[in-house]
């Protein structure tokens, strides 16, 4: 099959790939499959050779790793430490495994035990705090977003297979949101991390009247400080924004900082 | 004639999550048969807790990444519910239409990615698109037309923009979703050829009896709230489903478990099929009778097949909202909300079965408890004790390994089972 494609009088490989999660809702992955207009074209580019949630052939021998999800037992940080021995190169697939995610929304009560309580009583459960990737193993590359965007997924792996550079916008949401000439969500009442959150995913949430929740985490020189004007300003409470920005993790020093200062007895 | 093996699926492919499947047969007696389900815990119910209530459906849809709609609906239903909001006809029919769409594209994935495969001797979808490429576009058509859909109607297929606590943030554009109507029309024929390759399949002949357990309707096909019901006779009003759930720690599994008035119960397509068949479009009853498929349906592989049957009520369904809302004006998309204290239930039938979310809330809105029972969760003591009663019929049959595993493959992922959100 290699040796179909080629770029510029240049064949190319089809690298291999590799699909796998972590703790996670698997729609990463999903929205993989979600491409239905492209998706045989996409397939065609490379030679997936694991994804168990869409096939049941697997090896062990591939050129890119895609991992959805993020650390939140012992036995996921073995897998990703044998994932990143096996790939050439590690792609942190979407919000989860990029910053922890919703899923690292449980660390903010420092008290795991109590977590497992609330929810399991007193059956024994195994977990630790949720860590993204990259504080267990080196990544090469980010695909942000919750979930991430299918066009940004098909021309990153695109730029991958012709060995073309791989760069996020710098600039934040607020950009594409106004070069798509919505209406200011904050006009309408509506609080927007889409001043300090990275663009690339074409205001998707603030084109349909939601606000931004930062999913993709802090833009270049994001200035968190003026944001924070802005919403007092706008009379958003200091809640609703800490909702926001501690909701997937991509701002959690600027999160960790709010609450401290809050400290308003949210936690149970 | 093979009297012992030792099977481990390890994890199973094809399916949402990570489960595994063990067999052992000794001298032809069933030793083991195990279920396990050994998926990492989120902790969604324990994030929640603190929250103000806007937060619930944006945080639960992230649950799961099949069934994010639904999610967010049943999120959104709970809500509603604890503040006694009536959400309008205008957002009962868009919030049913993108329920329809989402039914549609999961219950797709599902019949010709995941479970087509087998009955076709292939690992993946992939060889097919070699071997029976129409069928692969068929399904990639109606998978886009409902994925579409959602788009339009939720903002974004998944973990939708749009759905939100009193209505919807933006509406539709109408002649959007008159072409929605002429695309549904026209893919029919798409859905009743992918019926015909599953008619071509032989689906496993097994029974074994289970009680299910689903929404009940009154006049409609049930999708969104109501009341509880179960084939064994048990009937509750929807703030009472812990009465039909009765959760349970076990060991072999980081997702609780479920019984009602046996040992275990089966949510999903084909319990709705058998508890409100009489309330399903005359197409897609007509499509249940060509495949034998009458209440009650006691073979868990016709879940396969009743989820086609639904495919085909969706679709009809569908097109009589759209009609609907195309002949009214919009009102405003989104009522007010003003929050209480107190409890709020949303039981709504997600593609995989009934989901529940219930939430308590203190007087200034913030959840204080949360609660979500996953149809998976419900579903797994029955898939182990349906794999149990199948390895001993096998083990008594002297089947050969490979058919075994083949089979007890087939069988788990017939319940399209979602696992990590049974995990969350």
């Known amino acids: 099959m290699r040796g179909q494609l080629s770029y510029l009088g240049v064949e190319l490989a089809r690298p291999r790939v590799a699909f796998f999660e972590l703790t996670s809702c698997e729609g990463c992955q999903l929205q993989i499959l979600n491409n239905e207009a492209s998706l045989l074209d996409f397939l ?225 | 004639m093979k009297l012992s093996c030792d099977i481990a699926v390890k994890p199973l492919s094809r399916v949402e999550g990570h489960g595994n499947i063990h067999i052992r047969i000794k001298n032809g007696a069933l030793e083991e048969a195990s279920w396990e389900v050994v998926e990492t815990p989120r902790f969604f119910e324990a994030m929640l807790v603190g929250k103000h209530w806007e937060n619930a459906p944006y945080i639960c849809g992230r649950i ?68 029976h490429p129409e ?28 759905t939100v606590v009193g209505g919807f943030t933006m509406l539709p554009d109408k002649a959007q979703l008159d072409l929605l109507l002429r695309r549904l029309r026209a893919a029919a024929p798409d859905l009743a050829a992918t019926a015909e390759l599953f008619a071509s399949f032989t689906i496993p002949d097994f029974v074994r009896e289970t009680e299910f357990v689903s929404l009940k309707g009154e006049t409609d096909y049930p999708f969104i709230g109501g009341a509880l019901m179960s084939s064994d006779g048990v009937e509750r009003p929807e703030a009472g489903y812990l009465a039909m759930t009765n959760e349970y720690c076990t060991p072999a599994s980081t997702a609780k478990w479920a019984k009602l008035s046996r040992p275990s119960f089966a949510v999903g397509a084909l319990a709705r099929c058998n508890n409100n068949f009489h309330l399903l479009h005359p197409t897609a009853r007509a499509v249940a009778e060509s495949f034998g498929l009458a209440p009650v349906c006691h073979n868990p592989f016709m879940t396969n097949i009743a989820q086609l049957v639904e495919c085909v009520h969706v679709m009809a369904d569908a097109a009589r909202l759209i009609e609907e809302l195309l002949d009214r004006s919009f009102t405003e998309p989104r009522q007010p909300v003003q929050s209480r204290a107190g409890l709020g239930v949303g039981a709504v039938e997600v593609p995989r079965g009934i989901l529940y979310h219930a939430y308590e809330f203190d007087d200034a809105g913030r959840i204080l408890h949360a609660d979500c029972v996953i149809p998976t969760g419900q579903n797994h003591a029955n898939i182990l004790h349906d794999l149990e009663a199948l390895a001993r019929s096998w083990a008594a049959a002297g089947t050969p390994d490979l058919e075994i595993e083949r089979l007890a493959c087939m069988l788990v992922r017939a319940y399209d089972p979602c696992i990590s959100c049974s995990v969350h």
């Open chain 2, 135 to 162: 069928a692969v576009q068929r399904a990639l058509r109606l998978k886009l037309l409902a994925n579409d859909a959602c788009d339009l109607i939720g903002g974004r297929r998944m973990h939708p923009t749009r």
């Open chain 1, 44 to 268: 065609s580019l490379v030679e997936v050779v694991n994804f168990r949630e869409a096939m049941t052939e697997r090896h062990d021998d591939y050129d890119v790793a895609f991992v959805e999800g993020s650390v939140s037992r012992a036995d996921e940080a073995d897998r990703l430490r044998a994932i990143r021995a096996n790939a050439k190169i590690l792609v942190a697939l979407g919000s989860c495994a990029c910053f922890g995610g919703v899923n690292q929304l449980k660390n903010r009560f420092r008290d795991l035990d109590w977590v497992k309580r609330e929810v399991y009583g007193d059956f024994p459960i195994i977990t630790q705090e949720v860590l993204p990737l990259s504080a267990v193993v080196d990544v090469d590359l980010c695909i942000y977003g919750c979930p991430i965007r299918k066009e940004e997924v098909e021309k990153i792996v695109t730029n991958l297979v012709l060995g073309k550079a791989i760069s996020h916008p710098r600039y934040p949401v607020c950009m594409e949101c106004q070069a798509s000439q919505n209406i200011c969500l904050f006009d309408l009442g509506e609080p927007c991390l889409g001043p300090v959150t990275r663009a690339g995913c074409n205001a998707w949430c603030p084109s349909n009247r939601r606000g931004c929740w930062g999913c993709r985490g802090p833009a270049d020189d994001a200035n968190l400080a003026q944001l924070e004007k802005i919403m007092a300003e706008r009379g958003v409470s200091a809640e609703a924004m800490l909702d926001r920005l501690e909701c997937f993790g991509g701002f959690a020093t600027q999160a960790d900082l709010l609450r401290s200062a809050a400290a308003d007895g949210r936690k149970p």
């Open chain 2, 64 to 131: 799961c990444g099949i069934c994010s709609i639904g999610h967010t609906l049943a999120s959104i239903r709970a809500v509603e519910n604890g503040f006694a909001i009536e959400p309008s006809s205008q957002t009962a029919a868009l919030r049913l239409l993108l329920k329809h769409m989402e039914t549609l594209q999961s219950h797709v994935l599902h019949l010709a990615f995941l479970v087509a495969p087998d009955f076709l001797g292939t690992g993946s979808v992939l060889p097919l698109t070699k071997s």
